[in-house]
């Protein structure tokens, strides 16, 4: 059964200097969801547009010089039918497709080659969507969701020792894990009406039986109600904005709310 989500953003950035920004906050039109009605309001206006990774979602570039301030909405109809992940089987390494083998090895956030020994001893005996499972289970039992616990340079191992942290240190350690299993796995950055505090949301999804499938180990997100912003190897390639330059902060809302 198809879900409607509204999705309402507002950003109010003061800039210390004249800088471009790149953002990415629109929701992306691909299967499994459909964005309906939308509007994006900035000041300045768009300089440009570029394709998200993997060619999912638009990033927009900015050049602000004394502030800039975005207003976005839309209606994103969900129509995803999760499968249970423990019944679905890994593919094998050689059969992978081309786009997908870059999320099996180590990226900056995902230390895959430190991590791997870890895996191995805690998840090594099961394959496939059981494994998963079992990550993720395992990260939901053995984290406690802390804002402020982790900051811009922590790592899936950094929140692997501290056993606390945010949704992006969730989706990082999950990802980090499963890669060192054989499968791969990538951040996903997304809007969800049940993540609480409401903001921009970072989960995971895997590949098991030839298909994407959302995981999100904080237990925020169901995969139904989530409409997908964009992915990427991990937080370095979801950032909703990227300033190249200095800002302050003056005011963010975000807004997501089931409409059906």
């Known amino acids: 059964m198809p879900h409607t989500i509204g999705i309402a953003v507002k950003l109010d950035y003061a800039m ?3 800088a471009p920004v790149l953002m990415q906050i629109g929701v992306a039109q691909m299967a499994g969801q459909r964005v309906g009605l939308t509007s994006c309001t900035t000041t300045p206006g768009i300089a440009h547009t570029v394709p998200g990774h993997d060619g999912l979602g638009e990033r927009l570039w900015l050049e602000p010089e004394t502030h ?14 999760p499968l249970p992940l423990g019944s679905l089987a890994a593919d094998s390494l050689s059969a992978l497709p081309g786009e997908v083998l870059e999320y099996l090895f180590p990226s900056r956030y995902c230390p895959v080659d430190t991590m791997h020994a870890a895996a191995v001893d805690m998840f090594g005996h099961l394959t496939g969507g059981a ?17 402020g616990a982790s900051h811009g340079g922590t790592t899936a191992l950094d929140t692997f020792h501290a056993r606390e942290g945010v949704c992006r240190d969730y989706a990082h350690l999950l990802i980090a894990l499963v ?3 054989g499968i791969p796995a990538r951040m996903v950055s997304a809007y969800s009406p049940d993540v609480t505090p409401q903001d921009f949301h970072a989960l995971a999804q895997v ?13 925020m997100a169901d995969p139904a109600t989530t409409a997908i912003i ?6 370095a390639d979801i950032a909703f904005l990227t300033i190249f330059g200095g800002a302050t902060l003056n005011a963010q809302v975000v807004e997501v709310n089931l409409v059906d």
Do not use: C, K, M
Not at 131 to 147: F, N, Q, S
Not at 209 to 218: I, K
């Open 16 to 18: 210390n200097g004249p």
């Open 68 to 81: 800039f301030d975005v207003d976005y909405r839309a209606t994103v109809e969900i129509n995803r039918q």
């Open 131 to 147: 494994a998963v499972e079992a990550v993720r289970d395992w990260i939901a039992t053995h984290l406690a969701y802390v804002p």
């Open 179 to 181: 890669r060192s299993l």
């Open 207 to 219: 590949w098991l039986a030839g298909a994407w499938h959302l995981v999100d180990a904080t237990g």
């Open 230 to 235: 964009g992915v990427g190897r991990d937080a």
